[in-house]
């Protein structure tokens, strides 16, 4: 196993409280090593966001005095006892994003600042739509601009767009030039429900807005082997059907720069008829679910595609829990930066350790042996489904992150994950 130096710093920026005396507004940057950090890297839809423990003397300020502070927390192997984190090394860099919650406690038992926050979608998810219905028959760039025009504190933010998405036209696939957003709706909402018309994605890393395909919204890719380089894995499935969901395919051609859509089942799923004592009977229906992807697909492949995600949800999804202290996975991808979407590859081997290496009727051996005493026909059931499971690779993505660190424990990260559905026409 190798061995890591796991470390963790914090940059603030902190913006002093003026009072209304000040002509100048004052920042100080503060460089902190944490008692503890944890950053949760979630569902697109939501905000991530991080808390973390600091001596006080890292930052002596009241919390009255103090009117804003921004965070960027950095985390990382630095290979040895004497090394640093780079601040300029996008590898460290985990969150960023405002302090929404100070707290100084200052008694006998220690004095402690607590610090917790959301990175910068909390601006989007902070401001309720106040722009009116959108013109979305101009490019998505356009749209997008406008949007974060509307955004306080992210006017200058930059954006980053998947190959020719920013040239997508909404109104091609609404057919309708405007689109009026819900009553109370924040601007995050607004953006994703709009991205979501046209089969792309929004997600902010770090202080960037991307527009990402299906195929581009998961950086990255990790592998873990059981037995290896998990500390904890677990995992579940549902064999109930459940096929209360309409599925709508919504595919972003890169080749003709189109977006384009199909329905499954074609017609709306009813779930419920209510007679009233006068007047017409109404209908309820089945909530449609969106499923984004890329690709050059036919009419009959997207339909075909539908069917295949409508078929695998009613089957019901594996959903699992795997946690670890490696900063590393098998080929190296550091995992501190892993978020939601990235795909996750977990080797379901056996947790019979003794039996690799073994040919089967070694390994029957072994299992009907004092140790395990197994029947023979229980212990070459489970050698055949050993080496089945053993030989298969699952891919899943990750659903939620949780990142922790801390002086005393180092670095542990646990993911949640669920079964990864492929787009195969």
């Not at 944490?34 to 919390?63: C, K, V």
Request: net charge negative; hydrophobic share 40%; proline share 5%.
């Amino acid at each position: 196993m190798p061995a890591y130096y796991p470390r963790c710093e914090a940059f603030l920026e902190v913006l002093i409280e003026d009072f209304g005396e000040a002509s100048d507004v004052e920042i100080l940057s503060l460089y902190a090593v944490p008692r503890s950090a944890e950053w949760i890297r979630d569902h697109h839809r939501s905000a991530d966001t991080f808390s973390m423990e600091l001596d006080y003397r890292d930052l002596p300020l009241d919390p009255r005095a103090v009117r804003a502070i921004r965070v960027l927390l950095l985390c990382g192997d630095v290979g040895s006892a004497s090394g640093r984190l780079n601040l300029d090394n996008s590898d460290q860099q985990v969150f960023f994003g405002y302090v929404d919650e100070p707290e100084t406690s200052l008694s006998a038992s220690g004095e402690i600042v607590t610090l917790s926050g959301r990175d910068y979608t909390a601006l989007f998810l902070d401001h309720t739509w106040s722009g009116g219905a959108i013109d979305v028959s101009v490019s998505l760039l356009d749209v997008v601009n406008r949007i974060l025009q509307q955004t306080p504190g992210a006017s200058s933010m930059p954006v980053a767009f998947s190959e020719a998405t920013q040239n997508i036209v909404i109104s091609s696939i609404t057919e309708k030039r405007l689109w009026t957003p819900q009553p109370g709706d924040d601007t995050w909402t607004v953006l994703v429900n709009l991205c979501a018309v046209v089969g792309v994605l929004p997600r902010i890393e770090l202080d960037t807005l991307y527009i990402s395909t299906p195929d581009d919204f998961g950086d990255e890719g990790v592998s873990f082997l059981y037995g290896r380089d998990v500390e904890r894995l677990s995992y579940r499935r549902k064999f109930n059907e459940a096929r209360t969901q309409q599925i709508r395919v919504v595919c972003w051609d890169p080749v003709n720069r189109e977006t384009r859509e199909v329905l499954y089942p074609v017609e709306p799923i009813i779930t419920r008829k209510t007679v009233p004592t006068q007047g017409k009977a109404t209908v309820e229906t089945a909530p449609q679910v969106r499923y984004p992807i890329t690709g050059s697909y036919t009419e009959e492949q997207l339909s075909k595609i539908a069917r295949g995600f409508y078929e695998e949800a009613a089957r019901q999804q594996i959903e699992g829990r795997l946690s670890t202290r490696e900063l590393s996975d098998v080929d190296g991808t550091p995992l501190p930066i892993l978020s939601n979407g990235d795909r996750l590859e977990v080797r379901l081997g056996a947790n019979l350790p003794n039996l690799a290496g073994l040919s089967d009727a070694e390994a029957i051996r072994v299992l009907t042996g004092a140790r395990w005493g197994l029947s023979e026909t229980v212990a070459s059931a489970l050698v055949r489904v050993w080496r089945q499971a053993d030989s298969l690779a699952s891919i899943f993505y990750v659903r939620t992150a949780r990142h922790n660190w801390s002086i005393s424990e180092g670095y542990k990260v646990e993911l949640d994950f669920i079964n990864y559905i492929t787009a195969v026409g």
